[in-house]
């Protein structure tokens, strides 16, 4: 059994830039709390998208983010609380809004 990778992760919530380290088989919204970083949360299910970040680069899996559509993923858009990284990651943390205006903008018109 291979043992799981280790990333570097750097979180940037209301102008405060936030490092630190998280395994391939965590999340990064559990990897931040296990750090002492606050991140935006509320359900951890990938359902509410209160821990919605915009990576500026880097990767992650989040087969389970049911709240974010499959091409908003692929613009950047993750949920921390089900984003597992795939390499180190430098996050735009409390995305919520900007991801709903993204995902249901349209309809509010």
Do not use: W
């Amino acid at each position: 059994m291979t043992e799981p990778s280790i990333f570097q992760i750097s979180a940037s919530l209301d102008g405060q830039t936030h490092t630190f380290s998280c395994r391939s088989d965590q999340t990064v919204l559990s990897a931040a709390e296990a750090a002492g970083v606050a991140l935006p949360s509320s359900c951890c299910s990938g359902v509410c998208t209160t821990c919605a970040a915009l990576l500026r680069s880097g990767t992650v899996h989040q087969p389970d983010a049911m709240g974010v559509k499959a091409e908003l993923q692929a613009q950047g858009y993750a949920l921390l609380c089900v984003a597992y990284p795939r390499s180190d990651l430098d996050l735009l943390a409390g995305q919520e809004d900007a991801l709903y205006e993204a995902q249901f903008g349209q309809f509010q018109k």
